[in-house]
C-alpha cells in the first residue's frame, strides 16, 4: 500500500473527544456519559456492550449526530457535527454514515428496493441510478428476488437485510447499527456477521455495534464495554 493509502487508513472516520452527556431529571442532574474519548478508523469492527440503561444507545445518537453532547465532541469525516447547521449535518451523515437499528424502519409504502434506494434518492441521484445500486446490494443479502415486495410482505430477517442494504447503499465510510441481530433467527445473525467482516476487510467500511448478543460482540475486532459513563477495553479477539 502507498504512503498515502496508509494515511487514508490511519485517518479516523469518526471520532469523539471528551465526549459527554448530561440529562436533568427533576432537580437532579443525571451524567450518562462521562467522558469518552473514542476514535474508529476504516476497516474497525468494534462492538460496544453494557448493562440495558447503560448508555449505549446514546453514545450511538451521539456518534451518528442525531442528538449534540453536553460536551466535548464529535467528529465525522474531519468535521465536527457542533460546527454544522442540522441541514448540514444530515448532508454529511447521507454521505459517510449508515445505520441499522433493531427494527428495520423501512417504509411500508414502498418496495425493498425503493427502501434500499432511498438514501441515494436523497442525495440527489436519478432514480434508474439509485436503483441500480439498491438491487446490487439486495443480491449481495440475497433479497434480489424480494426487490418488488413491501415490507408488511417481507419476513423479520428480511426486513432486516433490506436495512442492512440500505445503510450500504451509498459506501459511507462508517456504519452505526443498534442490536442489528436482536429479531434475527441465528441463521440470518450469521449471514448478517459475515457481511460486516467481508465488507470491512474489502471495502474498508467501519462498523460499531451495540449488542448484547455476546456471539456478535465476539466476532468483531474490538469489543469495549460501557460502564459508569465510561467505555474499557473488554475484549481484543485480534
Known amino acids: 500500500m502507498t504512503e498515502q493509502g496508509n494515511n487514508k487508513m490511519n485517518q479516523a472516520v469518526l471520532r469523539c473527544q471528551a465526549l459527554k452527556k448530561i440529562y436533568t431529571e427533576g432537580p437532579q442532574d443525571v451524567e450518562v456519559l462521562a467522558g469518552i474519548d473514542l476514535d474508529i478508523h476504516p476497516g474497525d469492527r468494534l462492538a460496544i456492550i453494557g448493562s440495558s440503561g447503560s448508555g449505549k444507545t446514546t453514545l ?8 449534540l453532547p453536553s460536551e466535548g465532541r464529535v467528529e465525522l469525516a474531519g468535521k465536527s457535527y457542533a460546527d454544522l447547521s442540522e441541514k448540514q ?3 454529511l451523515r447521507n454521505r459517510h ?7 428495520h424502519h423501512l417504509l411500508a409504502e414502498f418496495t425493498a428496493l425503493e427502501n434500499a434506494a432511498m438514501p441515494l434518492l436523497l442525495r440527489g441521484e436519478t432514480m434508474d441510478k ?7 446490494l439486495l443480491e449481495r443479502v440475497n433479497l434480489a428476488h424480494r426487490a418488488d415486495h413491501k415490507p408488511a410482505e417481507l419476513s423479520g430477517g428480511e426486513r432486516q437485510r433490506v436495512a442492512l442494504a440500505r445503510a450500504l447503499v451509498g459506501e459511507p465510510g462508517c456504519v452505526l ?3 442489528p441481530t436482536g429479531n434475527l433467527d441465528q441463521h440470518t445473525a450469521a449471514q448478517v456477521q459475515d457481511m460486516i467482516r467481508e465488507l470491512a476487510e474489502n471495502s474498508g467500511t467501519a462498523f460499531v455495534i451495540v449488542t448484547h448478543d455476546p456471539k456478535l460482540a465476539m466476532q468483531q475486532s474490538r469489543i469495549l464495554r460501557l460502564d459508569d459513563g465510561r467505555l474499557v477495553e473488554e475484549h481484543q479477539p485480534g
Open 89 to 91: 449535518r444530515g448532508f
Open 97 to 103: 454514515l449508515g445505520f441499522v437499528y433493531q427494527f
Open 130 to 136: 439509485a436503483k441500480a445500486s439498491a438491487m446490487k
Open 60 to 67: 450511538l445518537n451521539l456518534l451518528g449526530g442525531l442528538d
Open 177 to 179: 447499527l443498534d442490536e
